[in-house]
């Protein structure tokens, strides 16, 4: 028999240079925050998310600042002779659709 077999049987032998600090248990939960935390394209998300929750939140407010037309307004010069949309402008980014209405707001 090899004589390090006693070490195999008795891991925690007195002067194995372990120290006999108690492990600090962490919930699920926080383990979850910590490795969310050190994730950066998870926190990228995060804050996408945050951000594109706040401009559905605010969008009445931004409509009104930024002066979007009335999805319900029909642009009648925005089409041609023959009652079709002339296509991307300046005033309509996303071009009308066939009554003259502005996409974008829609």
């Given at each position: 028999?090899?004589?390090?077999?006693?070490?195999?049987?008795?891991?925690?032998?007195?002067?194995?240079?372990?120290?006999?600090t108690p492990i600090a248990a962490r919930s699920p939960g926080e383990l979850f925050r910590r490795r969310f935390r050190e994730d950066r394209l998870a926190m990228a998300a995060l804050l996408f998310l945050v951000f594109?929750?706040?401009?559905?939140?605010?969008?009445p407010l931004i409509v009104k600042l930024f002066?979007?037309?009335?999805?319900?307004?029909?642009?009648?010069?925005?089409?041609?002779?023959?009652?079709?949309p002339t296509g991307p402008s300046p005033s309509h980014p996303f071009g009308v659709d066939e009554l003259g209405r502005d996409v974008f707001s829609r």
């Open positions: 028999m090899s004589t390090g077999s006693a070490e195999l049987l008795n891991p925690r032998a007195p002067g194995a240079g372990e120290a006999d594109l929750i706040l401009v559905a939140v605010l969008a002066g979007a037309p009335d999805p319900n307004f029909q642009d009648r010069e925005a089409l041609d002779a023959f009652g079709t």
